[in-house]
């Protein structure tokens, strides 16, 4: 059985010709499916939660979800980065759970380091073999402060704990993300192919008047970090984030470790200098930004910033640990 996750929110509906040809080949395999259109935040989460809660049958009373006993459940997703991780957030056994991805999104940050089919034939063919192709490393965030300040697009539920497969970050990429997301240009921008326009015009504008707390950060390893005016902390699991700039050049979504970039105590000078090159990641040895790698990190901030996970913004904290959990993620893709 394939349970497929569709967002028709993405390319501005233009992915519907591809689920079209997803059917159409499960058709001509024989191969079963269903299929779920995402009705807003938190939406694709709850439905992942209810497939991969009853995997067994036997206990399975919503036979809406059903599979056979000690069978995989195999998970297709169809949408950006956003909706990739609501599905992975919503897994329940990732053991007996495979995944499928048809990038959909204006970012795609996820497949840019992984080497995807660009034809989306070849790529729901891969799939629909139903062989695990690789594992990938998940990370999760822990608030450990949760604020009242909350996303305009907040989920309706908010657990104290998150998951990501990108990256997950504090302070500047998360309140870009946090604007753009229910911003009424980036949505007539994505019509012409231009959304990423929208990310830009924010940026400049948080970078210009975002406040820049001080900030502690601490490693497993015993490395901590000081910055007096933090721009942001993301943790990396992939190359890239933000649409394509390269924060962790080095970043191998396998191995196990984050590719934790921070940045703070610069000018703006040095801010505009340091952006284009992190866009090819060449930004390592700019003035104020640090690298470290580690398996578990703690963020602190004087005051509660936006925090994001995968471009997905819940809510404020000034207090996170990070955990990646190796090579966790079945893919079939």
Known sequence: MFYC???PSARSGHGKNIYNLFEEKCKALGKPYKIFFTKGPGHALSVVKRITDNISVKNNENKAFAS???EPVNIVVMGGDGTINEVISGIQDFDNVRLGVVPLGSGNDFVRDLNFPKDPAVLIN??????VVRKLDIGNVHYDHMTKTLSRLHDERISEERRF???AGIGFDAAVCEEALSSSTKNKLNKFGLGKLTYGIIAIRQILHADQPSCDIETDDGTHIHIDHLIFAAAMLHAYEGGG???APDADPQDGYFD????GDMSIRQIFKALPLAYFGKHYGQHGIHHVRAKEIKITTAIP???HTDGEVLLKSDSITLTCHHKKLNLLS
Do not use: P, R, T
């Open 5 to 7: 996750i569709v967002n």
């Open 68 to 70: 056979a006993d000690n």
């Open 126 to 131: 891969q799939i629909l073999k139903g062989e």
């Open 165 to 167: 497969d990108v990256s």
């Open 245 to 247: 700039f390269k924060f």
């Open 260 to 263: 934790l970039i921070a940045g």
């Open 305 to 307: 910033l936006w925090v």
